[in-house]
């Protein structure tokens, strides 16, 4: 099975101390509670987080060793159940008898905010169907983490979860993400890191992008580059350590053909009138319109 959500394993989390000993007391009201847990240091999840973790009457993991860690960590004792790609059509019916019975029930991944690239999405679906409420205690999220630290825009950006391992079917992904006019974000493994990248420059063209790896652990690294320049450089060290996210920039500026846009304005002025002329040609070559009319009055002018 991949890993889920923000898919760091979790095995370097790191404690705060005292953390987790002032939340007596607090109760949950009954329904599912989406919660995102640490993608490395352990000191990234919430008070929130940590108050719902201890007062659940039962926590849902991908996997009970991790979070067992997790709350060893922070001093919590509960009941982990385990739910994943494996179990969980088996158990989802019986979770949501569960919560229909008005049980507070905690779904987290291993790291990371759940219902990204795991099957929490099908429980939270179904739970809402049957009128549960859900709850998103938000927080971590390696995807936003790469995003910020990556320094390309973040205005637009687009989850593209794991590319495929098969050649072939990752060019198709990719292929499709090519117009996407949005900064792209990808979860890859670092085996296969090398032969991604060099794909995506295939695919997507030079774009600016970034390699985030290890994210808000220790060895935390972001490697900055052009894809064939980043694609250069880990096949020529190798795989690197940890688990990786690719952020890519959006689709290249390309300028107008004004060679084409100058031939088809003189075309079609000496027939229509310099607006209509104008609109018409920018709309058949996507140049933008004010400039194509500018362009246009400078011809006219000309004549």
Request: proline residues 7%; neutral net charge.
């Amino acid at each position: 099975m991949q890993k889920t959500s923000n898919h760091p394993s979790g095995a370097d989390l790191k404690p705060l101390s005292g953390e987790g000993k002032s939340l007596k007391g607090t109760e949950l009201a009954p329904g599912l509670y989406v919660l995102a847990t640490p993608i490395g240091n352990a000191g990234d999840i919430t008070l929130r987080g940590l108050a719902a973790l201890k007062a659940a009457e039962l926590v849902l993991a991908e996997d009970t060793r991790v979070t067992a860690k997790l709350l060893s960590l922070h001093g919590i004792q509960n009941s982990l159940s385990p739910y994943n790609d494996h179990n969980a059509t088996e158990v989802r019916p019986r979770i949501l008898e569960k919560l229909r019975g008005g049980a507070a029930i905690v779904l987290v991944s291993d790291a990371g905010t759940p219902l990204v690239s795991d099957p929490g999405f099908k429980l939270v679906r179904e739970a809402i169907a049957d009128g549960i409420a859900v709850t998103a205690l938000p927080g971590p999220s390696a995807a936003l983490t790469a995003l910020t630290l990556a320094g390309l825009p973040t205005d637009r950006f687009f989850f593209g979860g794991f590319l495929s391992a098969k050649a072939g079917e990752r060019t198709r992904m990719l292929a499709k993400l090519k117009d996407v006019p949005a900064s792209l974000i990808l979860f890859e493994s670092p085996q296969r890191l090398a032969e991604s990248l060099h794909a995506m420059h295939d695919v997507l063209g030079d774009r600016p992008a970034a390699v985030a790896r290890e994210l808000t652990k220790l060895h935390e690294e972001v490697r900055r580059g052009r894809l064939a320049e980043l694609a250069a450089r880990y096949n020529k060290e190798g795989p690197p350590k940890g688990e990786v996210t690719v952020v890519i920039g959006p689709p290249l500026e390309t300028a107008p053909d004004t060679t084409a846009i100058d031939a088809a304005l003189k075309a079609a002025l000496p027939f229509m009138p310099v607006k209509a002329a104008a609109d018409m040609i920018a709309a058949l070559t996507g140049a933008g319109r004010r400039s194509v009319y500018d362009r246009a009055v400078e011809l006219k002018h000309d004549e």
